[in-house]
């Protein structure tokens, strides 16, 4: 009678292991479950070094953004941008040689900024608070359109501003207005590429022309961007917006190659519209829930851009006229069904590590871009009243 005792033994050890196992698994199973809502849902993705986490894409032909959400936000609103101040006089924008100021040490006397260049404005923050200003922002007015050329702050006080800026509206070199005016627009990636990282007037004309499009050129894969079974440039249907359809609009509708002229005429402006409404209804619906702070953009499969910034009420301000950016460079591509995925988005948040530049105003802001491959970020950090990033940008480089 001995053994029964021992095989009873047995058999209850094996169904505490059962059990025990049984518990384990679902154990695992709600701490998964609790990660995925922590990042979320299953669509989401984990938080980055920065407290970023990424939304469910959001697709319109072949435009796709992946919102980003954050962990924990910036309070900006001790900020101006430079539509509104623009709109409510609380900055002045100029050509050099058109702003007069009294000097204080020579019993009345004034000074004169210059003559006018392609290149530089004048800028003067008149405002109470300071006033944030991002690459590819255009001004319109003088003898010519220009757009911002690198991101910076313009402090409180500050003296009148020289301002490096690009022209893009190569045909006309005549005063309108003294002063320039909001335009409520930026350019599209193509053209923000080469002022912001660039730096290159020429190749800044180029993009307006449609001549120079961030193109799958860059062959996909690096840092980010997936281009797997895309058809080749000679296979790929012609863009909505095609250089010879940007031609025809210059003969047409914007004979001084004005930006707005080209990118808002009747022919083009209604397809951009109409992209970016599209879009627009898919991602109000898709972050109804959520503080967006940024976006991730792919165009057909590739990854190639993103815009992130302090808050969300500081990504608010810029969303419109950002979105008809994206909008422009769909457009400005050869449609494509393929479409970015989440861990293509995921690789494009990760920083670059490479050639760092960095340039600072101190008490006033610390500009930094990196450089590592085709990859390029620029991040502009305010340094008062606190230190904060307000806006990241990286883009996957055509060049």
């Known amino acids: ?94 050509e050099q040689g058109s702003y007069m100021r009294r000097t204080r040490d020579d019993g009345g006397g004034t000074t004169s900024y210059g003559s006018a260049q392609v290149n530089q404005l004048v800028l003067i923050n008149r405002g109470k608070r300071p006033l944030l200003l991002l690459a590819g922002e255009v001004v319109s007015g003088g003898k010519q359109d220009r757009i911002i050329g690198k991101d910076r702050i313009v402090p409180i006080g500050a003296e009148p501003l020289p301002l490096s800026v690009f022209c893009v509206e190569h045909g006309r070199w005549t005063g309108g207005s003294d002063k320039f005016q909001a335009s409520g627009t ?125 808050s969300s009420s500081l990504f608010e301000t810029y969303w419109p006229k950002l979105l008809r950016s994206y909008a422009v460079e769909a457009l400005s591509r050869p449609a494509s069904r393929e479409t970015a995925s989440l861990d293509d988005a995921r690789d494009f948040l990760r920083p670059a590590s490479g050639h760092v530049r960095e340039e600072t105003e101190p008490g006033v802001y610390r500009w930094l871009e990196r450089t590592e491959g085709p990859a390029a970020e620029i991040e502009i950090e305010a340094l008062e009243p606190k230190p904060v990033t307000l806006h990241w940008l990286k883009v996957l480089r055509a060049s």
């Open 1 to 94: 009678m001995a053994p029964r005792p021992k095989s009873s033994n047995v058999f209850g050890i094996l169904a505490l292991s059962v059990l025990a196992l049984a518990a384990g698994v679902i154990l695992m199973t709600n701490v998964d479950s609790n990660v995925r809502a922590a990042s979320g849902g299953d669509g989401g993705d984990e938080k980055s070094a920065r407290g970023w986490r990424l939304g469910e894409a959001v697709t319109y032909e072949n435009l796709t953004v992946f919102p980003v959400y954050a962990s924990k936000q910036a309070d900006t609103s001790a900020f101006a941008t430079l539509d509104e101040a623009l709109a409510s006089g609380d900055a002045i924008v100029t």
């Open 186 to 310: 930026i350019v599209h990636p193509s053209v923000r590429e080469k002022a912001a990282v660039d730096q290159s007037q020429a190749q800044v004309w180029a993009a307006v022309r449609g001549a120079a499009p961030m193109t799958s050129a860059r062959n996909g894969g690096a840092a980010g961007g997936r281009i797997t079974g895309a058809p080749s440039a000679a296979r790929a249907p012609a863009p909505a917006i095609s250089q010879s359809e940007v031609n025809s609009v210059i003969a047409s509708n914007a004979p001084t190659m004005s930006y707005k002229q080209i990118y808002e005429s009747p022919r083009v402006g209604r397809s951009v519209e109409e992209l970016a409404g599209q879009l627009q209804k898919r991602f109000e619906r898709s972050t109804k829930d959520h503080d967006v702070v940024g976006v991730v953009v792919a165009f057909g499969g590739e990854v190639a851009w993103s815009d992130i910034f302090a």
